[in-house]
């Protein structure tokens, strides 16, 4: 940050590593560029590949000086055809069979459409038949072919086909509205997880949660392999929007995923379910991701479109911690400029936001209400700052749902674990420091090093959190400070 700059970004940025960044000069330009968590997608990811690639994410951060958290997004279980030989035709009013039994395909040249003829594909969702009801909604290959169920038997279901197009080997299939009767975990989630857990990530994003115990699963696991890394629960069909509150409390953090969600829920409600659900984890406390499609269109182009400006400055608006990247770094052509739109659209528009801070946080301890008088006192003062001294990161995730606009939050930590979890919340900006016995010379080391590093200057006051010694106690304080 330049001294002489009174302007902070408060909104992270997630950048997904792929075949477009995943070398060791464009994690270094992703880096030095301003993101904030490094995204491993593990539906197209290795064992290998994970182990490799955050060795070297570790590697350059360390030769920048810049940290960067590893966010490892499991693929989760999903519903998905067979392979055909060749992509079938379908036209509105065809009937296509989805057999969740070991049928063989039919061959491409029967007579499509003629009656006792029906062309078959497989599915990998054993219970199919029993939990679609006739007459549900049936959406292949991210919705763009949708039918309609008109008949089904034990272990099969006939469809009939409302928008035309050709379906492919192995298309994703949503059920809108059913809740599916899958594991939270598959078992390459289990073995990628090991490796990440190996490899030291600290996010985990948990695809299709549906219920809060999808969470309980994958912590038990988490905590079976020793790992400290928090859990974001992705939001990406009809149950898990049904079950946000629970899931909310029960996650370290929530992604709105609007791919799936935008297929699952009728697409003029995915603006209102964005809003519901940004709110609720501010009610929380938890941070919240918005994610997919905000910059779809830099995957080929230069420029985003003007849609997807607002779109990006909706988030920023409505108070995301953190917009993310997918297509736009892993395979697109302008990765680096993708990451500088984001930038520059938050950089707009944070400082128009009203200032006021998150007052439907629900603040259930005397410690949590200390902290939000701490941010308006330097809300109050102007070009302020606030310290606080965390191992559990509690301190800093609550700062940062409060909001204190304008306000950097310097986050002193002596855990590695939590010194990178906490590049994750709006606002805070997190610093790996040795704490000394005494809270007033941890205080001065503090004030030290953000001086050393150019984030204050003489003049400036800082609000610190921190415990006193008095007598045989130690008594939380709220302490003003100016820079010396």
Same mark, same amino acid.
């Given at each position: 940050?330049?001294?002489?700059?009174?302007?902070?970004?408060?909104?992270?940025?997630?950048?997904?590593?792929?075949?477009?960044?995943?070398?060791?000069?464009?994690?270094?330009?992703?880096?030095? !560029? #301003?993101?904030?968590?490094?995204?491993?997608?593990? !539906?197209?990811?290795?064992? %290998?590949?994970?182990?490799?690639?955050?060795?070297? /994410?570790?590697? &350059?951060?360390?030769?920048? $000086?810049?940290?960067?958290?590893?966010?490892?997004?499991?693929?989760?279980?999903?519903?998905?055809?067979?392979?055909?030989?060749?992509?079938?035709?379908?036209?509105?009013?065809?009937?296509?069979?989805?057999?969740?039994? +070991?049928?063989?395909?039919?061959?491409?040249?029967?007579?499509?459409?003629?009656?006792?003829?029906?062309?078959?594909?497989?599915?990998?969702?054993? %219970?199919?038949?029993?939990?679609?009801?006739?007459?549900?909604?049936?959406?292949?290959?991210?919705? @763009?072919?949708?039918?309609?169920?008109? $008949?089904?038997?034990?272990?099969?279901?006939?469809?009939?086909?409302?928008?035309?197009?050709?379906?492919?080997?192995?298309?994703?299939?949503?059920?809108? #509205?059913?809740?599916?009767?899958?594991?939270?975990?598959?078992? *390459?989630?289990?073995?990628?997880?090991?490796? #990440?857990?190996?490899?030291?990530?600290?996010?985990?994003?948990?695809?299709?949660?549906?219920?809060? *115990?999808?969470?309980?699963? =994958?912590?038990?696991?988490?905590?079976?392999?020793?790992?400290?890394?928090?859990?974001?629960?992705?939001?990406?069909?009809?149950?898990?929007?049904?079950?946000?509150?629970? /899931?909310?409390?029960?996650?370290? !953090?929530?992604?709105?995923?609007?791919?799936? @969600?935008?297929?699952?829920? $009728?697409?003029?409600?995915?603006?209102?379910?964005?809003?519901?659900?940004?709110?609720?984890?501010?009610?929380?406390?938890?941070?919240?991701?918005?994610?997919?499609?905000?910059?779809?269109?830099?995957?080929?182009?230069?420029?985003?479109?003007?849609?997807?400006?607002?779109?990006?400055?909706? !988030?920023?608006?409505?108070? +995301?911690?953190?917009?993310?990247?997918?297509?736009?770094?892993?395979?697109?052509?302008?990765?680096?400029?993708?990451?500088?739109?984001?930038?520059?659209?938050?950089?707009? /528009?944070?400082?128009?936001?009203?200032?006021?801070?998150?007052?439907?946080? *629900? @603040?259930?301890?005397?410690?949590?209400?200390? =902290?939000?008088?701490?941010?308006? =006192?330097?809300?109050?003062?102007?070009?302020?700052?606030?310290?606080?001294?965390?191992?559990?990161?509690? =301190?800093?995730?609550?700062?940062? +749902?409060?909001?204190?606009?304008?306000?950097? /939050?310097?986050?002193?930590?002596?855990?590695?674990?939590?010194?990178?979890?906490?590049?994750?919340?709006?606002?805070?900006?997190?610093?790996?420091?040795?704490?000394?016995? $005494?809270?007033?010379?941890?205080?001065?080391?503090?004030?030290?090093?953000?001086?050393? *590093?150019?984030?204050?200057?003489?003049?400036?006051?800082? &609000?610190?959190?921190?415990?006193?010694?008095?007598?045989?106690?130690?008594?939380?304080?709220?302490?003003?400070?100016?820079?010396?």
């Amino acid at each position: 940050m330049e001294n002489e700059s009174p302007y902070y970004r408060h909104t992270k940025i997630i950048a997904t590593l792929g075949p477009s960044t995943e070398s060791a000069d464009r994690v270094t330009e992703l880096i030095r !560029a #301003g993101v904030d968590v490094v995204r491993l997608n593990m !539906a197209h990811g290795s064992v %290998d590949w994970v182990g490799e690639v955050v060795g070297r /994410i570790r590697q &350059v951060s360390a030769q920048l $000086d810049r940290h960067v958290a590893v966010m490892m997004d499991v693929k989760g279980p999903e519903i998905r055809t067979g392979a055909v030989a060749a992509p079938l035709p379908l036209e509105v009013g065809s009937l296509l069979e989805f057999r969740s039994g +070991a049928s063989p395909l039919q061959e491409q040249n029967a007579a499509w459409g003629n009656s006792g003829s029906v062309a078959s594909v497989s599915v990998n969702y054993p %219970d199919l038949a029993r939990d679609v009801t006739v007459g549900a909604t049936v959406l292949v290959d991210s919705g @763009l072919l949708r039918m309609r169920v008109v $008949d089904k038997d034990t272990d099969s279901i006939r469809c009939e086909v409302l928008t035309p197009g050709e379906l492919g080997s192995r298309r994703h299939i949503n059920l809108p #509205g059913v809740e599916v009767n899958l594991p939270s975990l598959t078992e *390459k989630d289990r073995t990628d997880l090991q490796a #990440g857990v190996k490899a030291g990530i600290d996010f985990v994003a948990l695809s299709f949660v549906r219920r809060a *115990k999808d969470i309980r699963v =994958l912590r038990q696991l988490l905590d079976e392999f020793g790992s400290p890394a928090r859990i974001v629960a992705k939001i990406e069909e009809c149950s898990g929007v049904d079950h946000m509150d629970q /899931i909310i409390r029960e996650a370290d !953090a929530v992604m709105v995923a609007r791919g799936d @969600l935008g297929i699952e829920i $009728d697409y003029q409600r995915l603006p209102l379910v964005q809003t519901k659900l940004v709110r609720a984890c501010q009610a929380e406390g938890k941070p919240v991701i918005i994610a997919t499609h905000l910059l779809e269109s830099m995957i080929h182009s230069p420029m985003p479109t003007r849609a997807e400006i607002s779109d990006v400055s909706n !988030a920023v608006r409505e108070g +995301a911690d953190a917009v993310m990247l997918s297509g736009e770094t892993t395979t697109g052509k302008y990765p680096l400029e993708s990451v500088e739109v984001l930038k520059q659209i938050i950089e707009s /528009i944070e400082p128009s936001v009203d200032g006021a801070l998150n007052s439907g946080m *629900k @603040l259930r301890e005397p410690k949590a209400k200390m =902290l939000r008088s701490a941010a308006v =006192l330097a809300q109050d003062l102007g070009d302020s700052g606030i310290i606080v001294f965390t191992r559990s990161g509690f =301190l800093a995730y609550v700062l940062g +749902a409060l909001r204190p606009r304008g306000v950097p /939050i310097y986050a002193f930590t002596d855990v590695e674990s939590t010194f990178r979890q906490l590049l994750l919340p709006w606002g805070v900006e997190p610093f790996m420091m040795s704490f000394s016995d $005494d809270p007033e010379q941890t205080i001065r080391d503090a004030i030290a090093c953000l001086r050393r *590093k150019g984030w204050c200057r003489t003049g400036t006051w800082l &609000v610190a959190i921190t415990n006193v010694i008095a007598g045989e106690q130690v008594i939380d304080s709220m302490q003003l400070r100016q820079v010396e």
